[in-house]
Every structure is written in C-alpha cells, then in structure tokens.
C-alpha cells in the first residue's frame, strides 16, 4: 500500500465538538489511506457517532478541520455527501421495494440518470449474479443477500469513501465472510472504509483502527498493533484496560 | 392492580405535553363551536320577497330586521331579481311572503311560507332557517293567536327556542371528546406495551388479563371524568346552557359512556399489534362514524334508511338522545332507559370480547 | 431442568424451529448461539410459556411448558430481547413496579439484585429511558430476577451492547449462577460461548451442535491453518486456487484454511512458493474458535441436507 500523504482519503486534524459545556469530541486527529479499511471503534457515548456526524457533514466541527477527499466537510457539506456512502445495520434498504427499485431510488438520490442507473445495475447484477433477484422484493430475500445489497447500494453513486455502521454484527458467520469478500474487493479497487462498530470481532478485520473513548482516540494502529501496545491477547482486553475495568478479566 | 394504576398515572405525569392537549383540547373544541358558530351567524344579510303589503308581512319583517341573526339588506317583489346578489354571496336567504296572508289566516287557507337558503354551506342555511322560521311562528303566534296553526312549524324546536347552536353541540363534543380520549388513549397505551416488548414480561406474570385491563382502564376513567367535568361547567357557566334535568343522572351515564368508549378501546387493542395500526382503526372506526352517524351534526331522520339502521349500531348516537334528553329537555331515566340498557348491553359485550381475545399467549 | 425434545415451531409456511432437542442441567449456565433468524428468540418465547410449539415437547423442572404454564410463569424469568422497560418511569419506578406486578417487594429480594444495584444505585431517579445499553440491560435484568425465580430465560441481553457492558454483565451472570440459578441465555455473538458452560449452536431452526466450548474445539475435525503477513484482501484471491476441498475464509487479519488431510498444508506450501512475493506469509496450524467451528458444523448439516 502507497503510504505517501497524497496518497490520504480521509484527514482529520485536531477535530473538536463542543456541545455547550460539554465535549463530545476532543481535538482528535488521525488519517486514512485511500483503498484503506479503517475501524471506529468504542462504546456508546465514546464520541464515535458525533465523529461519524462531522465526517458525513452532518454536524459542524467546533474546531479542527476534516478534510474527505480532499474536500473539507466544514466548508463543503454538500459537496461530501456525494462522496460518501453509507450503510448501516438497521436502516439501508426499503423493504417493500424490489431490489432494482431500490437501487434506482439510490441512484436518482445522488444525481445519476436514469441510463447511468440502469446500465451500473446491469453490469453488477451480471457481475455478481443477482439478475433473477432483481424484481424481487428486498424483504423476500435471504439476510446474506439483503445484506450485500446494501452494502452495493452504498456504493453505487461510486464514492470514494464508504462508511459501514455494524455491517455484520449478528448474522451467520459465513454470510459474514461473504460480506467481507465484498469489501476487501472493494477496497482493493482503492475505495475508502469506514467500519464503526462495538462488535470486537469485526474490528479485527479491519487493516487499522481507532479506538475512542471520552472523546479522545485511546489506541491508534494496526490490530496487532494495539494488542502489542496494550500487552493483550484480544480487543475485549483493550476495551477493558482503556474503560479501566481489568479487574473484569477472568 | 394498584401497582398498574399508579404506573398509569405516572405515564399520564411524565408527558405533560400530551396531558395539556387531552385536558386542553376539549375546552378549545367547546370553545371553538360555543363561539364561531355562534358568532358567525350575526346581523346575516338577508332578503324578503313579498307582493302585498299588509301589516302581518310588515311585522314579521320588522322582527326578522330587529332580531340579533338578521338584516334585511332588501325588499322586493319578484325573486328573480335577486338572483344575482345570492350568487355574489350578498344575501345568504330569502324570505317569501305569500301575498294576503292575514286574509288567508283568517279563512284558514293553508300558508305557504318559502325560504331560499344559501345550500353551498348546508349547516348554516340550515341553521339561518330554523332561527327565521322560530320567530316567523312567534310573530304569527301573538297577532293571530287562533290561527297560528296554519303556518307550518317543526316541533324539533320545540324545546330549544332560541336554537342556539352552541346547545346542539355541547352533547356532540362530549361524545366526541370521551370517545376520542377513552378509545384511542388506551388502545394506543396497551398497543404501545405490545410493541415495547414489556407485554411479554407482563404476561409471563402473576397478573391476570383483568387486572391489566382495568389497570390500564381506571386512570383514563378518570381523565375523562375530568374532561366531561370541563366541557359542562363551560357549556353551563360560559353559554348559558340550560340543565334541566338531573344531575346525578347525567355523570352517571358519562360513566357508562366512558365506559363503552374504553372497552372499545380495549377490544381494538386485542386485535392490533401496533400503536400505528390501532390509531388508524380508531380514527376511522370510531371517529367517523362518531361524528357522521350519531346525529348530532347530520339528524339521523334525513339519512337514507340503511344508514339509519347503521347508526343504531353506532354507541354515540344513543349517548347524544341521552344527554340532549337530560339537559335540554330534563327528562329521566323513565324516558331514557331504553338507551342506557342498550349501551350498557355494548359495554359488556365489548368487555366480554376482550377479554375473550386478550391472550395469554403471543401470537 | 431443562428438556427440549424434537421441539418445532412453524408460522405460516416458515419454520422457525425445526426438531430442536437438548437439555440444561441444573445451576449450569447454558448459551443459545446462533445468527439473527436462527429462531433464538422463538425458542425462549416457547421456554417462556408465550408460544405454543407446533410440534414436539418441553419441560422446566418437570413442568411442561403448554400446560402448566401457570407455574412456570412462576418460578422462571424472562428477559425478552427488546428493552422490555417502561422509558418514561424512573429506574426505582421500574424496578418497583415490576415487583408489585410479581406480588413481592424490592426489599425480600435484595440480596440476589444487590450485585446489579450497585452499578443502578447513582442513576435510581433516573428514567430508564435516559439509561445507556448497559444499564439499561442490567436493569431488566434486575426486573427479571425481582421474584427470585430459579431459572432465568434471557434473550439476546448484550446484543447492541458496548464491550464493556457486556463483560460487566457476564460477570453478573457468573455470580448469579453461583448464588444457585440455573440460566439460559442466547447471544448472536460467537466469542461469548467462552462465558457459558456448555453452548447449543443453532442455525436456522436447527441444533448444529451441543458441547461446552472446549468440547466443541476437540470434536472439531478438520485441520485449520492460519495464515499471516498479508492484507486478508490480497491473500484471499490467491488461496481461493485451492481445490474445492479447501474452505478458505478471512479470520480477522489471518486467512484461515481449513482442509480433511493433514497434508493439505503441502499444497498450501506449493501455492505460495509460485511467487516470491508470498515469503513473507507465515502459517502455523491453529486453534478453532466458536466461529471455525460452527463453520464446519453448518458445511456438515447442509451436506447432510443434501444427500
């Protein structure tokens, strides 16, 4: 993987949120590379989801800068939507819409024609052979299906940078590795992933990894990595040692 | 149970947004038919068509002119000529004189009175026409104290000679009210534990389908007592309502009513999974129906007769006869009986059948 | 304590559980481990006495669960999946409710909740709505156990859960269990098999396997390699030129392989000799995890299927 710093997909520097008197996140930095799968990992109230907001240009930044593609989310909120996409556990398709639906909804979303539309559908439901299902609706589908769908769907207006919310928290363990076979091509065709997640397991496939605690980012590397830093066996065991809480271990 | 109860009440408590809107919402309804429609129906331009100008027709113009409903913006002799001012909405009825009408009442010939409404708005012309025909009759009635049966009068207005609307619509917002606030509160409130998954753990307890039905049920009883509580003292205090009839009568049957509107609720309850699915039901089987089939906006008479039959099925209509019955006309339960087993006969079949329906089981 | 025998449940034309058979002992803490959809929920729900199975019997301490629903309902408590608390009441308001409903106090019970109170006690006038996943979880717990039944049935508790909460909530499980209970739990999350003493892993309906953790690691029997020092995205396009017999899958930042023969390893060898670029891959023969392993146990069930 090319490290250089032209080479970043994601910049965020000394990045804070302030709500009122209290700091969601405090004055955080770190990078991703292009083609890079990235993991955002703490408990609730860590300050992932605010960070997750100002990355989406959601939420403006109280100070710091987060640059996504080179385009900061700060100055450029539009202009970041179109490129990212993103795909969360509970909410990213429309049940009661078939699958092509869903996909030109998608589409129309983030400006496509409807040609670009139907000739992109074209092309990966080939690739992927899913044509049959393509006038099914999503909600007859099996889970590992729906579950590849979405994360396609997110990626369809081809943006640079994906963000994935507990993509694979839950389901049967091969699906998940087909889940992943789909993400690694992904990211070897140079997209950008953002896993957030509090499922530890799935923060082991990610290539490096923040983890955020009282608003600031406690451990940053690879995942062997932390576990070198933090003298642990697993990433249970670093959540513990951040939170304090070792006496937990059994 | 007691444990259940307080636990409503505290739900009641902690959203005291909802808990203005339920107490609030039936002061503003009363308010608001107490006075639009009450105001709106002041100094009306009207018009009078006469081809004679005898002193009985003179009077009735001067009374129609002098009363606080009425102006008369003209007179004419051909009604034709008022064709236009109608459709510019300038005049919203004529009245038409017959010509020599104190010579016919005296020969006792039939007399043919014609009022034009404006039909556009149906419940005002409606309303325009019982007022002028009310003080029609009166002024007849004192000149030609023999003869006054040979004009036409409904006896509808018999008891109610000011027909003033706010009195038509006092039953009708209670009934609205209660059914609205019993109905759909708890059905929404048992769906909602449906849905949030505490049903679950409430089944798998100690606690026996009634005890959670009439844990949920006593709470609303009394916000609606409450509410009814409101919504008289206002009709009473504020319009001038009359109150002829008992008291004691009338709470008791709000009670029955609340009552039936809450094992409605009940029964809708069990037979929906979600808060969403039980408010649409409500709305649409309960709330419609309330307003266009109990009588107390459209009268049950000019209903074609299958709807007629239909809103013998419909509990409000029965609860409008009753509480019109007791405070307008201050007749008692020798009178209204019928109506109150026949709602009575509604609750315990409603409670019968949730009961029945309430599982012990999830589906 | 516990005894399923051929349990099936069907809605409609779907069968949520299909001949589920298996049976908790006494004070053991016993794990229900499948993916969402593998029918974890309907199971409890039937244990619960809130379902009827269609097919198949079972029994809680010799009480049979369609019968004598009464007093099971009695001397069991369920944690249903979802937050089964009341938002906009206080977490005391909760708690104090739930014990009325079951006809006893807070007080008589103290004791067995006291462990779990004492993470609840800074947030007692609290709304439960308010709480965050982790104390709202301990505190249904609390809910469940407050008429001190002998058995607990909890679905899915640390499911959405952060990784704190969850080894906080393990912890109280372990001290429950030691206090006499006897308790089942189900989890979607493998690496928790490790907490419960012996682990069903179920998979659209069906048992793939009952064993404790460690049994089911012995009766694994495949040979499993790991291998390491390459992005699993670049790795696994390569190891994928293995014959079919090879099941080849990402395991965090390792790609695992795992093959009958024990010279598998051979071919594996050869693959990575093709090109220079793949010495640095280092392999070593590995443990399986509950993962690996329930992997292997559903390729088995499914060719079991098929022929």
């Not at chain 1, 129309?108 to 670009?116: E, F, L, T």
Request: net charge neutral; with cysteine.
């Amino acid at each position: 993987m090319n490290y250089n710093t032209n080479n970043l997909s994601i910049k965020v520097e000394n990045l804070e949120r302030r709500f009122g008197n209290f700091t969601a996140v405090n004055k955080i930095s770190f990078s991703v590379r292009r083609g890079e799968i990235f993991g955002l990992l703490g408990a609730n109230g860590a300050g992932k989801t605010t960070t997750l907001r100002m990355l989406c240009g959601l939420l403006a930044p109280t100070s710091g800068t987060a640059l996504i593609d080179n385009t900061d989310v700060a100055r450029q909120p539009e202009k970041v939507r179109f490129k990212i996409g993103y795909m969360s556990q509970r909410f990213s398709l429309y049940e009661d819409l078939t699958v092509w639906e869903n996909f030109r909804f998608y589409g129309g979303v983030y400006g496509m024609s409807a040609k670009d539309i139907r000739k992109k559908f074209e092309d990966l439901s080939q690739r992927l052979n899913f044509g049959e299902q393509a006038d099914r609706l999503t909600r007859d589908l099996p889970l590992g299906w729906k579950q590849k769908l979405a994360f396609m769907v997110a990626a369809f207006h081809n943006p640079p940078v994906i963000f994935l919310d507990e993509p694979t928290s839950g389901v049967d363990p091969m699906v998940r590795r087909q889940f992943w076979d789909l993400i690694y091509e992904s990211a070897l065709a140079g997209t950008t992933i953002i896993v957030t997640t509090h499922y530890l397991d799935e923060a082991m496939y990610c290539d490096r990894l923040a983890i955020m605690a009282e608003g600031s980012i406690k451990a940053y590397g690879t995942p062997a990595g932390v576990l070198d830093e933090f003298k642990a066996v697993n990433m249970q065991e670093v959540f513990l040692k951040i939170a304090g809480k070792e006496a937990l271990l059994q | 149970m007691k444990a259940f109860i307080i636990k409503e009440i505290r739900h009641l408590l902690r959203d005291p947004r909802s808990l203005l809107i339920l107490i609030g919402m039936p002061v503003a309804q009363i308010l608001i038919f107490g006075y639009a429609i009450t105001t709106d129906l002041k100094e009306t331009d009207i018009a009078i068509v006469r081809q004679t100008n005898d002193p009985l027709s003179q009077l009735i113009i001067q009374h129609l002119d002098a009363s606080q409903w009425f102006r008369i913006k003209k007179i004419e002799t051909n009604s034709s000529r008022l064709e236009n001012d109608f459709r510019r909405g300038e005049i919203r009825m004529t009245v038409a004189l017959p010509d020599n009408m104190e010579k016919r009442l005296m020969q006792s010939s039939p007399l043919e009175i014609q009022l034009i409404g404006d039909a556009s708005d149906p419940n005002t012309a409606n309303l325009l026409a019982q007022y002028a025909k009310g003080i029609i009759r009166t002024t007849v009635a004192q000149s030609f104290p023999s003869q006054y049966s040979g004009i036409q009068v409904t006896s509808r207005m018999l008891y109610n000679e000011e027909i003033r609307s706010v009195f038509m619509f006092v039953p009708g917002t209670i009934v609205i009210l209660l059914m609205l606030l019993s109905a759909i509160m708890t059905s929404i409130s048992l769906t909602r534990e449906k849905e949030s998954g505490s049903m679950e753990v409430l089944l798998v307890s100690p606690l026996r389908p009634y005890e959670i039905i009439l844990g949920k049920v006593i709470p609303y009883i009394g916000l609606s007592f409450l509410n009814a509580a409101i919504i008289l003292l206002l009709a009473r205090f504020l319009f001038g309502m009359p109150f002829r009839g008992s008291m004691a009568l009338l709470l008791a049957e709000t009670v029955l009513f609340i009552a039936l509107a809450l094992s409605l609720g009940i029964f809708i309850s069990t037979i929906t999974l979600t808060q969403q699915m039980a408010m649409l039901l409500s709305m649409f089987a309960l709330m419609l129906p309330t307003i266009l089939l109990s009588g107390f906006i459209f009268p049950i008479e000019n209903m074609p007769l299958w709807l007629q039959y239909l809103s013998n099925l419909m509990p409000p209509r029965w609860f409008v006869v009753i509480i019109r019955g007791i405070m307008i006309r201050g007749i008692g339960l020798e009178y209204l009986w019928k109506e109150t087993l026949i709602l009575a006969g509604m609750t315990l079949i409603f409670i019968l059948l949730s009961i029945k329906k309430f599982k012990l089981r999830l589906e | 304590m516990v005894i399923l025998n051929r349990v099936s449940k069907t809605f409609g034309k779907i069968k949520a559980l299909d001949e589920v058979t298996f049976q908790v002992n006494e004070g053991e803490l016993f794990g229900v481990i499948g993916p969402d959809g593998a029918g974890k929920t309907t199971l409890f729900r039937i244990l619960a006495t809130l379902l009827l199975p269609t097919e198949g019997h079972a029994t809680i301490k010799k009480h049979d669960v369609v019968q004598d629903f009464g007093v099971l309902r009695k001397i069991t408590g369920y944690m249903p999946g979802q937050f089964s608390l009341y938002p906009d009441l206080t977490v005391e308001e909760n708690l104090e409710f739930y014990a009325r409903v079951f006809r006893t106090r807070v007080e008589d019970n103290y004791s067995l909740i006291r462990d779990i109170f004492t993470y609840l006690e800074p947030f007692r006038k609290r709304r439960a709505g308010n709480l965050s996943g982790g104390m709202k979880q301990k505190l249904a717990l609390s809910c469940a156990l407050i008429h001190r039944p002998e058995i607990l049935l909890l679905d899915e508790p640390t499911t959405g859960v952060d990784p704190v909460s969850r080894a906080e909530f393990w912890g109280l499980l372990h001290n429950l269990q030691k206090q006499g209970l006897t308790i089942l739990v189900s989890t979607p999350y493998m690496d928790e098999a490790a907490h419960c003493n012996r682990i069903a892993l179920l998979r659209q309906g069906r048992i793939l396997g009952v064993n404790t953790p460690k049994g089911l690691q012995e009766e694994y029997s495949l040979h499993l390699w790991g291998l390491k020092g390459e992005r699993p995205a670049l790795l696994l396009p390569l190891l994928r030129q293995l014959p079919a017999e090879f099941r080849v899958y990402a395991a965090g930042q390792e790609v695992r392989v795992a093959c009958r023969e024990r010279n598998g390893i051979e071919k594996i060898k050869a693959l990575l000799e093709t090109s220079e670029k793949w010495d640095h891959i280092q392999i070593s023969l590995v443990q399986p995890d509950v993962e690996d392993c329930f992997i292997a146990l559903m390729q088995e069930n499914n060719e079991l299927q098929y022929k």
